[in-house]
């Protein structure tokens, strides 16, 4: 009995709340997003806010670094990786692997769904939705180049597997 508490206990302090809210903004740097559905580099920046219904809060600077084979017109699902470190010490390891994209008057809005790999949250499913503005002109997407930059809006839903 002891052994099995004992074995018990770090699992669920390692994994926190099975499910948690977060709010934030992200810079994205992109490889370059033009015309051609060619992949390109993917690589993100941001802080979030997070909270749980147990009155869990904490901010978590997060970093993410994938591929995205979509255009600047109309963004496909990405592929990518996510580590995000929380306040309080723990962090979360989320593996997106698809998504859905649409684009209106210049604003896009991605929908990404994953898995908690790692950490806080692990098992659990993993949804992110991003809102963003390129940070040049319209005409940035068919020049040579392409979109190098943008910022977003961004809101993760991590809920029980």
């Not at 699992?11 to 809210?21: I, K, V």
């Not at 992109?30 to 802080?47: A, H, I």
Request: glycine share 14%; net charge neutral; charged share 15%.
């Amino acid at each position: 009995m002891v052994a099995a508490t004992a074995l018990g206990a770090p699992a669920a302090h390692a994994h926190g709340s099975s499910s948690f809210e977060c709010t934030g903004q992200e810079n994205i740097t992109y490889g370059g997003l033009g015309l051609s559905s060619e992949p390109t580099t993917v690589s993100v920046d941001g802080l979030y806010h997070c909270s749980d219904d147990s009155g869990w809060k904490a901010t978590a600077p997060y970093h993410t670094e994938g591929t995205t084979p979509g255009t600047c017109l109309l963004f496909a699902s990405n592929q990518s990786r996510e580590t995000v470190r929380y306040s309080d010490g723990t962090k979360s390891v989320i593996e997106y692997k698809n998504g859905t994209s649409t684009r209106l008057l210049g604003v896009n809005r991605a929908t990404l769904h994953g898995v908690v790999v790692a950490g806080r949250g692990k098992g659990s499913t993993a949804q992110k939705t991003i809102q963003t503005l390129p940070d040049g002109l319209p005409t940035d997407c068919a020049l040579a180049g392409g979109i190098r930059h943008s910022t977003g809006f961004t809101h993760l839903s991590v809920g029980a597997a």
